[in-house]
């Protein structure tokens, strides 16, 4: 069990399909992520919350809309997404953004994403 | 940026230690470095954190020279259990980002 909490833990959707991932924490952490991971590959950074405003875009499509409604909630809005954003998405945590990443990443199990 | 270089992949045994080393040449003064463990089908999960020398806990070691070009993630008596993918992490204090490597994929055998 993690203390970062992922749902749904499988999705599939198909191309025309609006959906939404939602992650949870209860540790008080100021700094929530989402990293994308395809299958063999590192955890790939997409978007960073620091006291719920986004601080990070790493140059995401805008068929990813990220949302964070309160502190303990991060949520990703998905629409109209292709076949190859299938992955695993992953939401994590942490105290705050830190110095020199000096804060660890909590990270939930993730949501497996197939897009048909 | 700081990159980070890992072996693709090691293989040990049961009983052993292991040894994993991660190259960050272009560190910056204020960048820790964090090593993770995954799973498959689990996200990562934080194993160890350091800034310089020596940091032990109750599953690992890190050793991080004075230069802070390279640390060294050591597993004593390494399990079947311990086969994973382990991530060294380096923050980037001058972007807030935090880029993962490649990853060591750690294959232990009986």
């Known amino acids: 069990d993690t203390e970062v909490t992922q749902t749904p833990k499988h999705l599939v959707m198909g191309m025309t399909n609006k959906k939404s991932l939602k992650c949870e924490q209860h540790?008080?952490?100021?700094?929530m992520y989402w990293y994308k991971q395809k299958a063999k590959k590192p955890p790939e950074l997409m978007f960073v919350?620091?006291?719920?405003?986004?601080?990070i875009n790493e140059s995401v499509p805008s068929r990813f809309s990220p949302e964070c409604p309160n502190s303990s909630l991060l949520n990703l809005h998905l629409h109209a997404l292709q076949p190859e954003d299938s992955a695993l998405y992953l939401c994590?945590?942490?105290?705050?953004?830190?110095?020199?990443?000096?804060?660890?990443?909590?990270f939930g199990n993730g949501t497996r994403l197939t897009v048909t | 940026l700081a990159k980070t270089t890992q072996p693709i992949s090691m293989d040990s045994y049961e009983g052993q230690e292991v040894n994993i080393t991660c190259s960050h040449n272009?560190?910056?003064?204020?960048?820790?470095i964090t090593w993770y463990q995954q799973f498959p089908s689990q996200g990562p999960r934080f194993i160890i954190q350091g800034y310089k020398t020596k940091v032990t806990n109750e599953v690992a070691s890190l050793f991080i020279p004075a230069d802070r070009k390279s640390s060294t993630l050591s597993l004593p008596r390494v399990s079947l259990s311990d086969t994973a993918v382990y991530y060294c992490l380096v923050g980037q204090s001058n972007t807030g980002k935090l880029i993962f490597g490649q990853g060591t994929t750690l294959q232990v055998k009986p």
């Open positions: 540790m008080g952490h100021r700094a």
């Open positions: 919350y620091s006291y719920e405003k986004l601080s």
């Open positions: 272009n560190i910056a003064t204020n960048d820790y």
């Open positions: 994590a945590s942490s105290q705050d953004t830190g110095q020199g990443g000096n804060s660890p990443l909590h």
